[in-house]
């Protein structure tokens, strides 16, 4: 069966639902690379929906999940995050999200996520532009003034990346509206997308936290790269994003903070 994007969208809705089942009701977890990185039983019995799905309507394409059970042999596979924001969602704050990418040879070329809590799904095929699920076309910001950007970065679990990222949030604070770290990457990249956020950046990061988001962001006319302003690679787990009239200030602004000392990167 060809991979349409109706079908992710829907896979991702229903995992929103499995999920919801769970919010502010759980009380166990267990902790993967640092106290910060947890995993609960919805990231498990989303993640277990989402790619028995997958493996049903398109078994012979491999997926790429975060929480174990992954395969990935080709080049076309599904990125899967089955529960992007898992800290939020075990203290009970509402900003977390499902995240699911096609990725070809080129990169992603289909990416849905969806916000369980406010029901928001946004969701891009490549080349053919960026929505929302009434159907509403996503386009970035025009802000062109760094002063009345909203800037949203990540706090990385690996200590390592800590300090360029404090640097950064030091930096920025200076120089835009406000700096906020918002706890999901995938969701950070659909507001970016939508025109809520304005510069993003964030390192230490995977492919399934940011594959759908990459898409979402191009697709609407924003830009995407590399936190030194190459290329953007889902090997890397490293982002800045923007709504294209304000990137070279983005990267110019964070080549300024500082060395990013990086060891042990995960490669898909
Ligand atoms: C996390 C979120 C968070 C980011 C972390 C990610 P998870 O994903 O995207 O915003 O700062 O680095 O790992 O663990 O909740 O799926
Ligand atoms: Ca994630
Ligand atoms: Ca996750």
Redesign the pocket.
């Known amino acids: 069966m060809a991979v349409k994007i109706e079908k992710l969208t829907e896979i991702a809705r229903n995992a929103g639902k499995i999920v919801l089942k769970f919010y502010r009701q759980v009380t166990e977890y267990g902790a993967k690379m640092s106290e910060a ?1 947890i995993v609960t039983e919805a990231d498990m019995e989303s993640q277990k929906y989402i790619v028995e799905s997958l493996n049903r309507c398109f078994p012979e394409i491999p997926v790429l999940a ?1 929480e174990g059970l992954t395969s990935r042999n080709g080049e076309r596979y599904f990125v899967v ?1 089955p ?5 939020n969602f075990f203290h009970g704050l509402p900003f977390f999200s499902i995240s699911i990418a096609y990725v070809d040879e080129k990169g992603p070329c289909m990416g849905v996520v969806h916000a369980p809590s406010t029901n928001e799904t946004f969701f891009a095929v490549r080349g053919e532009g960026s929505y929302d699920h009434t159907g509403k076309r996503l386009r970035v910001s025009t802000t062109a003034e760094l002063k009345q950007c909203l800037a949203v970065t ?4 690996d200590e390592l990346l800590q300090p360029w990222t404090q640097r950064t949030v030091n930096h920025f604070q200076e120089l835009v509206q406000e700096v906020r770290i918002l ?4 969701l ?1 990249m659909a507001y970016l997308a939508a025109g809520h956020i304005d510069l993003y950046w ?1 390192v ?3 492919p399934w ?1 940011l594959a759908a988001g990459y898409l979402l962001v191009e697709e609407a006319g924003g830009k995407v790269s590399d936190v030194n302003g190459e290329n953007f690679s889902l090997s890397t787990g490293r982002v800045a994003a923007s709504n294209g009239i304000l990137h070279e200030e983005l990267i110019g602004n964070l080549m300024k903070c500082g060395e990013l000392r990086e060891e042990g990167r995960y490669e898909p």
Request: aromatic content about 14%.
């Open positions: 990185d975060e995050d529960l992007d924001g898992t800290l990540g706090w990385p679990y706890g999901s990457a995938a950070e964030e230490g990061l995977y936290d």
